[in-house]
Nanobody, 124 residues
Framework: QVQLVESGGGFVQAGASLRLSCAAS????????TGWFRQAPGKEREFVAG????????YASDSVKGRFTISRDNAKNTVSLQMNSLKPEDTAVYYC?????????????????WGQGTQVTVSS
């Protein structure tokens, strides 16, 4: 069973960049597809990006594509989310999630393992 711990959140101005990291332990990380989700106040949790065992990546359409990049390092058991050109609407708690399968999914219900979340706040 894998445990996930996110880091890298913070308070930034619009247009800035942040890099979130998710450290995995307790399992064979290379056998998990992982995803990043976010939840803004008063809104449902939404998919941001995912990456599979073979490094195939998917992104939420429009809202983050072209600005966010997901990557993984199986040797270090980490998955990262590079966020550029941040906007106030990116403000949310960001969660790392994992599923013991080859491919990432966009539905949160497909993931059985979750981190505690890290806050990202983007001011205008």
């Amino acid at each position: 069973q894998v445990q996930l711990v996110e880091s890298g959140g913070g308070f930034v101005q619009a247009g800035a960049s942040l890099r979130l990291s998710c450290a995995a332990s307790g399992g064979t990380f290379s056998r998990y597809a992982t995803g990043w989700f976010r939840q803004a106040p008063g809104k449902e949790r939404e998919f941001v990006a995912g990456i599979g065992m073979q490094f195939y990546s998917i992104y939420a359409s429009d809202s983050v594509k072209g600005r966010f990049t997901i990557s993984r390092d199986n040797a270090k058991n980490t998955v990262s989310l590079q966020m550029n050109s941040l906007k106030p609407e990116d403000t949310a708690v960001y969660y790392c999630a994992a599923r013991q399968a080859a491919a990432p999914k966009t539905s949160e219900y497909e993931y059985g393992y979750w981190g505690q979340g890290t806050q990202v706040t983007v001011s205008s």
